[in-house]
């Protein structure tokens, strides 16, 4: 199997990448992005590119791929709709339909997360923003595709997260994992479970769509095929 990820360098991302280089089913990985996360495998490639509304310059070196799971992403926080919009919708556009055109056999498996509004009509701007990409993404002619709703995500392996506030956040509530884990089993997850969870779906995919914490912790934590 060979997978691209976009994302690599956040949280979520770092977790999906560490999951597929551990994984023996996975022969190759893809890092697409405006950096390198600085790792070293035999299996990685890391690409780096600027200009995210158009990857014809890049299209050659994304032929051939059998998933994608797309962890880009910005937290809404004092972000204008319009930006917000740009980074979470326009962007991810941008990125699946090149690869619909490239890879129409593959599976797309898209970060989203909990509260997402799939009407597009609520009062939550990331969430009605979040709902659209979700919509636009289930309507493209992919093998498959996979919307992931995580909640609370609990870091591990040294992974931490790129925005002040959540490093913040987490290492606050970290500390009380084991204790949150058996009051919100629903709504807990980590990096690992996550990371676990993308890659076996895109290899074996999923009884619906849509999938919430419960339904990731459920595949997560299933015994490995």
């Known amino acids: 199997m060979k997978v691209i990820i976009f994302g690599a360098t956040g949280m979520i991302g770092r977790g999906v990448l560490r999951e597929c ?8 990985v893809l890092t697409i992005g405006r950096s390198v996360t600085g790792m070293q495998h035999e299996k990685l490639r890391e ?25 880009l992403g910005v937290s809404s926080t004092g972000m204008a709709e319009q ?4 980074v979470t919708y326009a962007i991810t556009q ?16 898209y970060v989203s997360g909990a509260g997402t509004d799939s009407t597009e009509q609520g009062r939550i701007m990331w969430a009605r923003v979040k709902g659209k990409t979700e919509n636009m993404l289930l309507r493209l002619p992919f093998k498959s595709a996979y919307m992931f709703r995580p909640a609370f995500i609990q870091p591990m392996h040294g992974i931490v997260s790129k925005t002040k506030l959540y490093r913040v956040l987490y290492t606050v509530f970290g500390k009380l994992y084991p204790l949150l884990k058996v009051l919100f089993p629903k709504s807990i997850t980590t990096t690992e479970i996550l990371g676990r969870a993308m890659l076996r779906v895109a290899k074996r995919g999923a009884p619906r769509q849509v999938l919430e914490t419960q339904d990731i912790n459920n ?3 299933s015994i490995k095929e």
Do not use: P, W
């Not at 280089?21 to 190759?28: A, F, I, M, R, T």
């Open 94 to 109: 941008a990125v699946a339909q090149t690869l619909v055109k490239l890879n129409s056999n593959m599976a797309f498996i």
């Open 21 to 28: 280089l551990l994984d023996e089913e996975v022969k190759k």
């Open 47 to 71: 690409l780096t590119h600027n200009d995210f509304r158009d990857f014809s310059a890049i299209e050659s070196n994304l032929l051939g791929y059998d998933a994608c799971i797309y962890c």
């Open 219 to 221: 595949i997560g934590l």
């Open 83 to 86: 930006d917000y919009h740009h």
